[in-house]
């Protein structure tokens, strides 16, 4: 059997036809886009064009749309571009956020902001109480992300927005898990700023978005020639912006069909790996999450080993366990679960995307029991449980 | 990332498993990430390990440094074995990436575990300090 991709959470191959639409941004249409001649103009419409095809699946202006070189310089860009220019106040984000916005968080408490990070409750979902509970006179930025890129769940981002609002505080989201899977637009969430990314929808990696709400007022990160309306200077990453155009298009008209049947094959999924596999349980909603997403604590087993062995046998996974990602605690997302950390650390994310079928799950199914097996029977946790 | 040796070590551990009646049983966590490492040795004549057997609860680096730690040491008097260092099974190895040095640890410490454990069981509790005079270690990684 061929290789098996269930890692589109991290990232997605890029569609053929949207390599074939980047691909004449290279060589030969090349121009930069501020210069008025007519190699220039044509790059100029190309990023145009990108940016309405962007706006108007969002919901949004075309001047409310900021290309940047992707999810984490969106982030980035939201928390320190709204924030920077004021005087030290009040922050609050999930205690589930991506890395983007929590080290972005952390920077901004050692410039003297504080930071609130609100539990979530075990399904992965913003305690509403807590939340509610977190707002200051001084709150000046919320930032929750729309769904969770480890377990999946999706928050009730215009809920939260409308508090936000209520309480005089912009709002952030990082929908970089969401936009391409479900649908997102900006007025029925409610929200000040979005952040997107290019490589999680069959797009390319280096390129991303951050909408910004006419009227929201953002210093820049990145200071020169005033490209984006001034909020990014650099130039335009021209193929890849219009790759993320074209990846954007095809994965939003494609939705209707693929979303209800990447459901069908993750519930296939999580209730084959729940029946075969003992002392296994699903991570994040049972039903608010992403259409791929699949995630697990598997009990006596490391996430690492589990990953490299389903690797082994041709099924490229991921693990909450943050071993894998170079750092060795559990993965703290799934701990904001209240999940154990010796649970945390069997953590398994399949994330499935639209190239995947019915048969690879089910060969999935097959492959991963002796796998479990195999480690427990390894492991000296098991024997003494 | 882990070297080809390191994946063949993960992929097919050698010496899995738990000494019926073993001389020496040695079991460590690691305070790093919380894993788990158990070491189990049958002990010859002339204090040679003539058997060794591990379990892991740990990532690839974890297991892959057991199984080759378990190779390393059959055959070895204990002084010798307790030689081996976290150091010299990570190099045998062909090297691991820094921010996994850590994992190498549980191996080595779970193997000087299972011989102080032979040593007392035996009433040898005198020599535990000649035999076990501590390998030198890899400094901690500065930064996870
Ligand atoms: S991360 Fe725990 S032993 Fe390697």
Redesign the pocket.
């Given at each position: 059997m061929k290789p098996v991709y269930f890692d589109h959470a991290a990232t997605t191959p890029v569609d053929p036809r949207v390599f074939e639409a980047m691909t004449p941004f290279f060589c030969e249409r090349f121009g930069n886009p501020s210069e008025p001649h007519r190699l220039g103009r044509e790059a100029r419409s190309a990023v145009d064009q990108a940016r309405a095809r962007v706006a108007a699946l969002l919901g949004a202006g075309e001047n409310e749309i900021v290309f940047t070189a992707g999810g984490t310089e969106a982030d980035n860009l939201a928390l320190f571009g709204s924030l920077a220019r004021l005087q030290p106040g009040h922050l609050v984000v999930s205690a589930v956020e991506h890395p983007a916005v929590m080290e972005a968080a952390r920077a901004l408490n050692g410039r003297g902001w504080d930071v609130d990070y609100v539990p979530v409750d075990g399904d992965g979902v913003v305690d509403r109480e807590a939340y509610r509970a977190a707002f200051r006179d001084d709150t000046r930025l919320v930032s929750v992300m729309t769904a969770n890129n480890v377990v999946g769940t999706v928050q009730p981002v215009a809920e939260l927005a409308r508090i936000a609002h209520q309480k005089g505080a912009l709002f952030h989201t990082d929908a970089v898990q969401a936009v391409g899977s479900l649908p997102v637009d900006v007025d029925e969430l409610g929200v000040d700023m979005l952040s997107l990314s290019g490589h999680k929808l069959h797009g390319p990696k280096g390129v991303g978005a951050l909408y910004v709400r006419r009227g929201t007022r953002l210093q820049p990160l990145l200071h020169g020639g005033g490209q984006e309306r001034r909020l990014r200077s650099g130039t335009e990453n021209v193929p890849g912006i219009v790759g993320l155009g074209v990846a954007m298009t095809l994965a939003c008209e494609a939705m209707p069909e693929v979303r209800p049947r990447l459901e069908r094959l993750r519930d296939r999924l999580v209730a084959g790996v729940l029946a075969r596999v003992p002392e296994v349980t699903l991570l994040g909603h049972p039903t608010d999450r992403l259409p791929g997403n699949a995630a697990f604590a598997v009990r006596y087993v490391?996430g690492?080993s589990l990953l490299l062995r389903l690797d082994a046998r041709g099924f490229t996974v991921s693990s909450g366990s943050a071993?894998a990602a170079g750092s060795?605690e559990p993965s703290p997302v799934v701990q904001a679960l209240g999940v154990r950390p010796e649970d945390a650390h069997g953590s398994l994310r399949v994330s499935l995307g639209r190239e995947n079928t019915e048969e690879e799950v089910d060969a999935f199914l097959d492959a991963l029991p002796p796998i479990v097996d195999e480690l427990r029977r390894m492991s000296p946790l098991y024997a003494k449980r | 990332m882990y070297t080809d040796l390191v994946l063949d070590h993960f992929t097919n551990p050698r010496n899995v498993g738990e000494i019926e009646e073993a001389d020496g049983v040695g079991e460590v966590g690691?305070p790093?990430?919380?894993?788990v490492t158990r070491i189990s040795i049958a002990v010859g004549e002339g204090d040679v390990i003539t058997d060794v057997k591990f379990k892991t609860f740990?990532?690839?680096?974890?297991v892959a440094t057991s199984s080759m730690l378990t190779e390393m040491v059959v055959g070895k008097s204990l002084r010798e074995a307790a030689d081996v260092s976290n150091v010299a099974v990570a190099e045998a190895l062909g090297g691991l990436p820094p921010k996994?040095m850590?994992?190498s640890n549980?191996a080595a410490d779970a193997l000087q575990a299972a011989i102080r454990d032979y040593l007392l069981r035996s009433g040898r509790e005198a020599e535990i300090d000649e035999i076990l005079a501590s390998p030198p270690k890899a400094p901690e990684p500065s930064s996870h």
């Open positions: 490391e690492e071993c060795d | 690691n790093v990430c919380g894993d740990g990532c690839g680096a974890a996994k850590h994992c549980l």
